[in-house]
């Protein structure tokens, strides 16, 4: 497996001295499964399954991650991504709700936010604004894309406080309960 490129630098630790910085998440996989795993509510085959995936999505060119640690060490969120490939299961289904939309062409040129995660107890608190800013700072490509539950969330306000807007919705993923909204932002994403 190639190795994960570094973010430059870390960024500062907020008020509880969680620290955003670069992650080995092959090789912490299982605590980056287990935050998502709270804060998504999955069960043990759904980590399972998860798991595969995001191994696989490492070994993609330009995959990098981004976690989010106290200072014991305990992974509280992560992110990763990386440059949109078409070839890709995702790109595959979004695409044709991208076209009806009239936004195809966002497939190119774009880093995927592939997964965004931050454990229930430190969430609010600024964390996931952080990790996605900063792992998209890293980006050579112009835009950046993502998909997220159609749902009045906080975290697709925290995608649109970005500049994420919608693209295409409702886009229904094979056996996803819910459907979800494709989102996309220009590249550097904004600032408060």
Known sequence: M??????????????????????????RVDDALAVQAVAFGLTDEEIGVRRHIVLRHLTSPGARALGATTPEGRLVGFVYGMPNDRTHWWSTIVQPYLRAAGHEDWLDDAFVITELHVHPGYQNRGIGRRLITAITDGAVQPRSILSAIDTDSPARCLYRSLGYHDLARPVLFPSAPSPYAVMGAPLPLRRR
Do not use: I, K, S, Y
């Not at 190639?2 to 090789?27: I, W």
């Open 2 to 27: 190639p190795p994960m490129l570094e973010m430059p630098g870390e960024h500062p630790p907020d008020p509880r001295g969680v620290v955003v910085g670069p992650l080995d998440l092959a090789a």
